[in-house]
């Protein structure tokens, strides 16, 4: 599969790599004015990427070669793993917070190619081409020093890790849908630490910026717009996540636990032995993302290795795309009635849309 390349805004391209379940989205600003050309890449992806990267970099701005500026979010190594091989083949400097830099610089990079975001007054930057950029933090979500990256010009607010996502939409394209919050939840419950970190990173938006951005571009999944952006900061600023939900959840992780092995129960009956076993190795596996499940000799789930809320919602998720076509219909119900008979409260993402009825064959 390729690389997908977008234009989302006037000289503002989005690079998504090709993964079904989990999008890695390198950005590429071109800003042109008073005669003058700045090619800027923002967390320019992982040692896995670099080969198709160059091509596209060839292709929209003439070459690595030609790249003027890095941004990164934070310093984990799906973002920063290129960073080492620009700096070799071009002149570029790396724009970043000094608590990312503290960990980027091990790639062996020199520090005078650095431009630290805390040297700048209110987080902004006048470029020689006359534009306008300012960087937000996003104090840990997940880490410490995370920032963020608006555009003035574009309206588009780069939001690295926060408010990126799986990949849960069925529909095609880079926008978000409803479809898309279940994946945005499933990230944030597995590697945000606090609702505090949430709460104090939408305040900082929503008093530093003077209006809602017109885009929020995360570095994972779908690109969020229109009436979703509001609707989604304030699912997020509601969202349990981190040490909160650890707690919360830890209250009733036995009925979660039971919920899950009796859906697979009941799966097992509607399926082949070999049908079922294909779905068991999907949840060993967990999609590749993070294991989630620890089985005994009989095959019952007796721990999860995330919280169990979760867990529950990521094996749903893997049933859905792995179960024979005749029992998918099935298994909307199989899930609730889990749910219900050990007296858990049915999740949104189980709850049926205005525009979603049962199939009627299922009954």
């Not at 929209?60 to 890095?70: A, E, P, S, T």
Request: charged share 25%.
């Amino acid at each position: 599969m390729d690389y997908k390349v977008v234009e989302i805004a006037d000289n503002y391209f989005l690079i998504r790599s090709p993964e079904p379940d989990f999008h890695r989205n390198t950005y590429v600003r071109i800003f042109e004015g008073n005669g003058k050309k700045i090619n800027m890449v923002m967390d320019p992806g992982g040692r896995v990427d670099f080969q198709e990267l160059q091509k596209i970099y060839q292709k929209l701005f003439g070459g690595v070669q030609k790249i003027n500026l890095i941004f990164l979010t934070h310093q984990d190594p799906d973002l920063s793993g290129n960073i080492g091989t620009i700096f070799n083949l071009s002149n570029a400097r790396l724009i970043t917070s000094f608590d990312t830099w503290r960990l980027v610089k091990s790639y062996g990079l020199p520090v005078k190619r650095l431009i630290p975001i805390e040297k700048f007054s209110l987080k902004k930057i006048k470029l020689s081409t006359g534009h306008i950029i300012s960087f937000l933090p996003a104090r840990y979500c997940h880490f410490l020093g995370a920032m963020m990256y608006y555009d003035y010009e574009d309206k588009v607010l780069f939001t690295g890790d926060f408010f990126g996502g799986l990949n849960t939409k069925k529909t095609e394209g880079i926008f978000a849908n409803n479809e898309s919050w279940e994946g945005i939840e499933v990230f944030h419950k597995l590697y945000m630490p606090s609702e505090l970190a949430i709460q104090r990173t939408i305040e900082g938006m929503r008093s530093f910026l003077p209006n809602l951005p017109e885009t929020i571009a995360p570095q994972h999944g779908d690109l969020i717009s229109g009436g979703y952006i509001e609707k989604f900061i304030n699912k997020m600023s509601e969202l349990k996540v981190g040490i909160n939900a650890l707690e919360e959840n830890a209250q009733n992780k036995d009925q979660w636990l039971l919920a899950f092995n009796q859906f697979l129960a009941q799966l097992k009956e509607e399926i082949s032995e070999e049908e079922y076993k294909m779905v068991s190795s999907h949840l060993i596996l967990a999609e590749n993302f993070t294991p989630v499940y620890e089985f005994d000799k009989a095959g019952k789930v007796v721990n999860t290795k995330v919280m169990p809320d979760i867990a529950f919602q990521v094996g749903y998720k893997i049933c859905q795309n792995i179960a024979p076509q005749h029992i998918k219909d099935k298994l909307h119900l199989l899930a609730v009635m889990s749910l219900s008979d050990v007296g858990l409260e049915i999740p949104e993402y189980l709850m049926l849309q205005e525009d979603e009825s049962f199939n009627a064959d299922i009954f």
